[in-house]
């Protein structure tokens, strides 16, 4: 069974930059949630796909936009970064919403300078 | 939306004690999560305990839904016990998991 994978690991981008992460869910599961972490804060909910659709969005400004592919992998995209932006960004996958169980990639960890 | 509630922020102990992590939520659920969070940043699933009790070695966790609160029990505390433990729980009107901000726990050889 593939686990949940996140890429890149890390990477810097400068102040209005536009950067795209992708996450392969793991196997079996069709349902991929996206999170922000600031230093010091527990996760925060960026935006959930299911079949290629949004379904279910947290406060964040219409810059952070996202897919879902057919195979369920997504990408997370940020345009006109901020400083504000630096942050782990995590991905995780579920059987279907409201499945319950999460299961976390490691992270693509962003510093915006 | 609900809110989550951690205690203690920050926990040191001395190897082999024993500790009990809280985490308190405003609403009903449907599910509830306790992660630990590695060194590298990824979040490592303990449990999934939307109610009841359920052990995993020296690591239990007992979630009484009706009250509102869950508890994260590490026996016996290793010095890789070390980091941070979340609770994330999910409303039942949401589709989307909250976590609480954590508690950090150091634990001293």
């Known amino acids: 069974e593939t686990g949940v994978t996140q890429s890149p690991t890390h990477l810097i981008k400068t102040r209005g930059q536009q950067v795209t992460l992708r996450c392969s869910s793991q196997?079996?599961?069709?349902?991929v949630s996206w999170y922000q972490q600031a230093l010091g804060q527990g996760p925060q909910f960026i935006f959930q796909y299911y079949r290629e659709e949004e379904n279910g969005r947290g406060n964040f400004p219409p810059r952070f936009s996202g897919l879902q592919f057919p195979n369920y992998s997504s990408e997370l995209n940020v345009n006109a970064l901020e400083l504000d932006d630096s942050a782990l960004y995590l991905c995780?996958?579920?059987?279907?919403?409201?499945?319950?169980?999460?299961?976390f990639g490691e992270g693509s960890r962003l510093t915006v300078l | 939306g609900i809110q989550v509630e951690q205690s203690p922020p920050d926990l040191i102990l001395q190897e082999g004690a024993n500790s009990t992590l809280r985490c308190n939520f405003s609403?009903?659920?449907?599910?509830l999560q306790w992660f630990h969070q590695n060194p590298w940043g990824q979040l490592i699933n303990l449990f999934y305990?939307?109610?009841g009790t359920k052990q995993n070695g020296r690591l239990s966790a007992t979630t009484v839904a009706t009250e509102r609160y869950s508890l994260l029990y590490i026996s016996s505390s290793q010095t890789t016990d070390s980091g941070v433990y979340f609770c994330a729980v999910e409303g039942v009107d949401a589709g989307k998991s909250t976590f609480g901000d954590g508690t950090t726990l150091t634990v001293k050889p």
């Open positions: 995780a996958s579920s059987l279907y919403p409201n499945a319950g169980e999460l299961f």
């Open positions: 609403d009903s659920v449907n599910n």
């Open positions: 196997s079996g599961h069709n349902t």
């Open positions: 305990i939307p109610s």
